[in-house]
Nanobody, 125 residues
Framework: QLVESGGGLVQSGGSLRLSCEAS????????MAWSRQVPGKDREFLGG????????WYADSVKGRFTISRETSRPRIHLQLNGLRPEDTALYYC????????????????????WGSGTLVTVSS
């Protein structure tokens, strides 16, 4: 089970830090990722982090503004959102792969096997 937290209302230009805690110890060795979705639109991949936290990869749309980090002592990742814009308003989801110790940098929704229920980020203009 994956549980996101940290969402909320923020003004344009502001920052938020989202967190995702995995309840299963098994996720400690799996790649994890963040995506977001606006009602009526497809889920958008934002970025992923390797099982060991040594590599991260991002969608071009958020590169330089969003940063993923991973704790080494527990299966928890974070998404630092900087320079937020009204168009960043969405439900933000955490995901994890079933595979362990993989170096593959997945970016597609179907490549992640487990999903949280999301945390809402609202950016006001």
């Amino acid at each position: 089970q994956l549980v996101e937290s940290g969402g909320g209302l923020v003004q344009s230009g502001g920052s938020l830090r989202l967190s995702c805690e995995a309840s299963e110890v098994a996720f400690r060795n799996s790649a994890m990722a963040w995506s977001r979705q606006v009602p009526g639109k497809d889920r958008e991949f934002l970025g992923g982090v390797a099982w060991n936290g040594r590599k991260s990869w991002y969608a071009d749309s958020v590169k330089g503004r969003f940063t993923i980090s991973r704790e080494t002592s527990r299966p928890r990742i974070h998404l630092q959102l900087n320079g937020l814009r009204p168009e960043d308003t969405a439900l933000y989801y955490c995901a994890a792969e079933r595979a362990t110790y993989s170096d593959y940098q997945a970016t597609r929704r179907r490549e992640y096997d487990y999903w949280g229920s999301g945390t809402l980020v609202t950016v006001s203009s």
